[in-house]
Nanobody, 117 residues
């Protein structure tokens, strides 16, 4: 059973920073890719950023230059460094992992990020 456990969410003022962590229950190289998505009430979940097994990354246009995805292989953990946060970044952030088969998609429980003064 694959488990993804997120942490690091919270309340931050506009312009501030947060770092989210996603700890996987097995080696992150077991997955073809890992990433972060976010969702606000009434809207579909959207991709924020994703890193492939080979290290290629992509970012949503709205976060380019502000957010950075990274990983610590020894800790089986993927991070999302979020800088210059804006109120529009307020959402529940979900960690995602893509297994070797298309049906193997795993999600964390989500962590709330609120950007407000």
């Amino acid at each position: 059973q694959v488990q993804l456990v997120e942490s690091g969410g919270g309340l931050v003022q506009p312009g501030g920073s947060l770092r989210l962590s996603c700890a996987a229950s097995l080696s992150i190289f077991s997955f073809n890719a890992m990433g972060w998505y976010r969702q606000t009430p009434g809207k579909a979940r959207e991709l924020v950023t994703r890193v492939t097994k080979g290290g290629s990354t992509n970012y949503a246009d709205s976060v380019k230059g502000r957010f950075t995805i990274s990983r610590d292989n020894a800790k089986n953990t993927v991070y999302l460094q979020m800088n210059s946060l804006e109120p529009e970044d307020t959402a529940v952030y979900y960690c995602n992992a893509e297994g070797k088969r298309p049906i193997d998609v795993f999600w964390g429980q989500g962590t709330q990020v609120t950007v407000s003064s």
